[in-house]
C-alpha cells in the first residue's frame, strides 16, 4: 500500500509537468562525491527522466557539504539551485534559520518514525544515513581498539579523521566525542588524540584515501565503508570499529529552496524514497536506505543492525557545534 500511494504520487506530478509541454529545468547543489561518475547523481538523473520526461536535471558538485551550504547562504534568493542534496542532520538547525528552503507535500508512509523525528516536517527529506566509525584493515591493526576513550588513548595508532569546519564528517566526530566525555575532560582528549593524528583533512574524499595508502590505522569514515569494498572490491579485510559507548548516525537530506516548488522538485524528493532511487543510493553513495526491504541483502541486513541498537541521530543547534569547533580549535592550539 505504502508503495502504491508513492507511486500515485509520482503519477499526478507527472500528469501535471506533461500539462505545461514544455522541460523544466532542475538545479540540484551536491557534494562533490555524490555527483562524481561513480556516485549517485548520474544513475539518479537517468532513471528519473525516464519517469519525467519533462524534468531535465542539472547536479552542480560542490566540495563538502559545509561549503556548499555556505555558498547557498551567500547567494540567498539569488541563487541558481532549485533543490539541494547532502544536507545532514548537523546543519538542520542553520538551515531552518536560514529560512532558504520550503515545505514540501509527500507522501512520508514508508519512512520509519526515527527519520521523522529528526527532520519534523517536510522541508528536509531524509534519504539516506550511516553510522559514523573508525575503519580499519584486519591484516594489519591486529589489536583494535573497543572503545573511543582507547582510541584517543591509544598512542601506537596513526589516525585521520576530517576538519569540522568543512567536513559533515568532522562535525560528527564533534557529536561524538562531546557525548563520550564530559565538558571538563573535552579539550585534554583533543590534546591526547591529536599526538597521534596524522593529519586532519578538509573533507572524506581526502582523507579516506590517505588511509588506503598506508597513511594510517584508523581513518574517520562511515559503517557501510566496508560493504563498499566486500561487494564492489571484492575485498573482506577492511572493518569498522565497534566502540562500547555506541556510535552517532549522519542522516543525509534533500530539500527544495524557498519558491522553486514545482513538479519536478517535488517528483524528485518523493522519487529519492521509492525503492528504485533507495537501491542507487544505497550501492552508488554506499549508505543504507531510509525505507525498509529495498532488497539488498547486505545494506537491509546492516540497518535493522544498526536499528536493533537504537541508532542515535542527533540534532544538533548550530550555536552548539561552533562552540565545539572552537573549543577543538583552541585545545589543537595550546
Request: a neutral charge.
Amino acid at each position: 500500500m505504502k508503495q502504491i500511494l508513492t507511486t500515485s504520487l509520482v503519477t499526478s506530478l507527472f500528469l501535471s509537468a506533461s500539462a505545461l509541454a514544455q522541460d523544466i529545468p532542475v538545479t540540484i547543489y551536491s557534494s562533490s562525491s555524490f555527483a562524481a561518475d561513480w556516485g549517485p547523481a548520474l544513475p539518479l538523473k537517468a532513471d528519473f527522466e525516464k519517469k519525467m520526461p519533462f524534468c531535465k536535471l542539472n547536479f552542480v558538485p560542490i566540495s563538502g557539504a559545509g561549503v556548499m551550504f555556505n555558498r547557498l547562504r551567500l547567494e540567498g534568493k539569488k541563487t541558481p539551485a532549485d533543490m539541494v542534496l547532502t544536507l545532514n542532520n548537523f546543519m538542520l538547525d542553520a538551515g531552518e534559520k536560514a529560512q532558504l528552503f520550503g515545505a514540501s507535500s509527500l507522501d512520508l508512509s514508508a519512512v520509519p518514525a526515527e527519520f521523522k523525528k529528526v527532520s519534523g516536517a517536510n522541508t528536509f527529506v531524509p534519504y539516506g544515513f550511516a553510522e559514523y566509525a573508525f575503519i580499519y584493515d584486519k591484516n594489519k591493526l591486529k589489536n583494535p581498539p573497543t572503545s573511543l576513550k582507547e582510541l584517543v588513548n591509544r598512542q601506537d595508532l596513526r589516525v585521520i579523521y576530517q576538519d569540522p569546519r568543512t567536513s559533515a564528517v568532522g562535525q560528527g566526530l564533534m557529536a561524538w566525542m562531546n557525548a563520550v566525555y564530559a565538558p571538563e575532560d573535552i579539550a585534554q582528549a583533543w590534546k591526547t588524540l591529536a599526538k597521534h593524528t596524522v593529519t586532519v583533512g578538509k573533507g572524506w574524499s581526502e582523507t579516506y584515501p590517505a588511509f588506503l595508502k598506508g597513511e594510517a590505522d584508523v581513518v574517520l569514515s562511515y559503517n557501510t565503508s566496508p560493504l563498499y569494498h566486500l561487494l564492489v572490491e571484492k575485498k573482506d579485510q577492511y572493518a569498522s570499529l565497534n566502540f562500547k559507548e555506541g556510535h552517532i548516525a549522519q542522516v543525509d537530506f534533500a530539500s527544495v529552496v524557498n519558491g522553486h516548488q514545482n513538479a519536478c522538485t517535488q517528483g524528485f524528493l518523493q522519487y529519492l524514497l521509492s525503492t528504485p532511487a533507495q537501491r542507487i543510493l544505497s550501492q552508488a553513495n554506499t549508505m543504507l536506505p531510509v525505507i525498509d526491504n529495498i532488497d539488498l541483502a547486505e545494506y537491509d541486513a546492516l540497518k535493522k543492525k544498526v536499528f536493533q541498537n537504537a541508532v542515535s541521530m542527533p540534532v544538533v543547534p548550530q550555536k552548539q557545534m561552533q562552540q565545539w569547533i572552537n573549543q577543538w580549535q583552541m585545545a589543537l592550539a595550546e
